[in-house]
């Protein structure tokens, strides 16, 4: 599995690649400059998707395992998708004010192509992607829903449910999840299974005020936007959480995405 991660600043399309092991420890790639103003960087395997929702203008590209980016292609999508969702190879684009969804998939030429349309309840606060299954969660009352998105970009609602409120983060690692809540540090973990029925695992805390949360296979890295402090950590099977390393990274970086093959 890859462990290369892009950093991006949307103010100036500044760029930098880094690789997590599995001791936690990060470790600088390379540099270099991409347009500004992308507001959604996905990750498709190797490739990225670059979204821009004022106009739905998009780019792809692709990091090697030095950690150095080329460009792929460009192109055009609908503007106003709130949320845009990677499974495997397929992607879930949602639209939180009336839940109208499209589904596409990126070749490894970065060539895009749309498979579906449909419509999900709006309102939808966070999609976090578990194997081929979605979670979906509201932050204001916790309710949940799960579903299922096949490789042919059709969309099937599996289970509902709740949780508790006001998570800002909800992170995926294997079928395990971490919940955070950034104002006071307090996570919890969860497991969903292929029927997307829920099953919580652990409680615990962390430091509060970590701006992103980015899994790269088991091990997680926790970033603060502010002042470009880090940490690290995993989360095993059972949803126990371990720290593993401290350090720090140039702050103010927008978006920080971890390839996925």
Excluded: C
């Amino acid at each position: 599995m890859s462990r290369e991660m892009l950093f991006y600043r949307a103010g100036d399309g500044l760029i930098a690649t880094g690789r997590l092991g599995t001791d936690g420890i990060f470790a600088d790639l390379a540099d270099g400059k991409l347009a500004p103003n992308w507001t959604h960087i996905v990750p498709v395997g190797r490739e990225l998707l670059f979204y821009r929702a004022g106009d739905g203008v998009i780019s792809t590209g692709r990091i090697d395992t030095n950690g150095i980016f080329a460009e792929l292609a460009e192109g055009g999508l609908a503007p106003a998708w709130t949320h845009i969702v990677p499974v495997g190879r397929e992607l879930l684009f949602y639209r939180a004010g009336d839940g109208v969804i499209s589904t596409g998939r990126i070749d490894t030429d970065g060539i895009f192509a749309e498979l579906a349309e449909g419509q999900l309840a709006p309102n939808w606060t966070r999609i976090v992607p578990v194997g081929r299954e979605l979670l979906f969660y509201r932050a204001g009352d916790g309710v949940i829903s799960t579903g299922n998105l096949s490789v042919a970009g059709i969309f099937a609602e599996l289970a509902e449910g709740g949780l508790a409120p006001a998570w800002t983060h909800i992170v995926p690692v294997g079928r395990e999840l971490l919940f955070y809540r950034a104002g006071d540090g307090v996570i919890s973990t969860g497991r969903i299974d292929t029927d997307g029925i829920f099953a919580e695992l652990a409680e615990g805390g962390l430091a509060p005020a970590w701006t992103h949360i980015v899994p790269v296979g088991r091990e997680l890295l926790f970033y603060r936007a502010g002042d470009g402090v880090i940490s690290t950590g995993r989360i095993d099977t059972e949803g126990i959480f371990a720290e593993l390393a401290e350090g720090g990274l140039n702050p103010d970086w927008t978006s920080i995405t971890a390839l996925t093959a």
